[in-house]
């Protein structure tokens, strides 16, 4: 069975489209993503792109780079899995290249809005200079802080979803970290702080260092739709001439 080039490309920016809008709603509403809901579409590409000839070892391999980078960072907690996931079928769906792979488009324009975020937080933060420098870390460090969260009182803080606490009370300070576990694990931070509450040795009305656990698959199709309509035909025969 022949298929013609552009009808596969159709079909598979189309399966992909889907695919990204569903996990990014499943990672608005729920920070939750099932493994299954990308294979249709890593199963599609592998498919089609075999048809048509479109794997090339070299291209294949640079397309695939993102998503080791974000297999790196998800095994350092500091990306989910569904994370590497998504890139990954990028990769898959896209081996092939002019200038740039699809994934690498995809993950810079992904970028754009956390680390706009992180300058947001620190020049927040630089305000409340004497309040974030009185915080004493007794594992971590305090650097992070500056440029990764934001201060919020532990009620409103409990009262909260997808907020995860970057300065953990504990005997002597603050266990300062830079990203937060699986929910089993914030879950005990919940009940850890609520229990010291209880106790007395905090307050409601208390301050902790704060991060929200963003919905990255939303970046994700926004940069992956991005890296659709990048002119990289016209990049490239600018750079030539």
Same mark, same amino acid.
């Given at each position: ?13 189309? +399966? ?13 509403? $729920? ?7 990308? !294979? =249709? ?8 792109? #075999? ?11 640079? &397309? ?11 095994? /350092? ?15 898959? !769906? ?5 200038? /740039? ?5 995809? *993950?810079?324009? &992904?970028?754009?809005? =956390?680390?706009? #975020?992180?300058?947001? $937080?620190?020049?927040?933060?630089? %305000? ?9 870390? @007794? ?5 992070? *802080?500056?440029?990764?969260? $934001?201060?919020?009182?532990? %009620?409103?803080? /409990?009262?909260?979803?997808?907020? $995860?606490? #970057? ?10 970290? %830079? %990203? ?12 850890? +702080?609520?229990?010291? +509450? ?11 260092? @704060? ?16 890296? *659709? ?6 990049? #490239?025969?600018?750079? /030539?001439?």
């Amino acid at each position: 069975m022949i298929i013609e080039q552009s009808t596969a490309d159709l079909t598979l920016v189309f +399966i992909l489209t889907v695919t990204l809008v569903y996990g990014a709603y499943r990672d608005i509403k $729920y920070r939750d993503i099932p493994e299954v809901t990308w !294979v =249709p579409a890593i199963a599609a590409g592998i498919t089609l792109n #075999l048809m048509t000839g479109r794997f090339d070892i070299m291209h294949t391999l640079i &397309s695939l780079i993102p998503a080791i980078m974000l297999l790196i960072l998800a095994f /350092l907690g500091m990306m989910g899995g569904a994370d590497f996931l998504a890139i990954l079928t990028i990769g898959v !769906v896209h081996p092939y290249f002019t200038l /740039l792979p699809i994934s690498l488009l995809t *993950l810079g324009y &992904s970028l754009i809005i =956390p680390i706009f #975020l992180m300058i947001y $937080y620190l020049l927040r933060n630089v %305000s409340m200079k004497n309040t974030l420098q009185r915080i004493r870390c @007794v594992e971590g460090r305090r650097t992070y *802080l500056w440029f990764l969260g $934001y201060p919020l009182r532990i %009620s409103e803080f /409990l009262k909260r979803k997808f907020v $995860y606490p #970057l300065t953990i009370p504990a005997e002597g300070g603050y266990i300062c970290r %830079s %990203s937060f576990g699986e929910d089993e694990e914030e879950e005990k931070v919940r009940n850890t +702080i609520v229990e010291k +509450i209880k106790e007395g040795s905090l307050t409601p009305t208390d301050i902790i260092w @704060v991060t929200p656990g963003l919905p990255h698959v939303v970046f994700f199709l926004i940069g992956y739709l991005l890296a *659709l309509v990048t002119p990289q035909n016209l990049l #490239l025969s600018m750079l /030539l001439h």
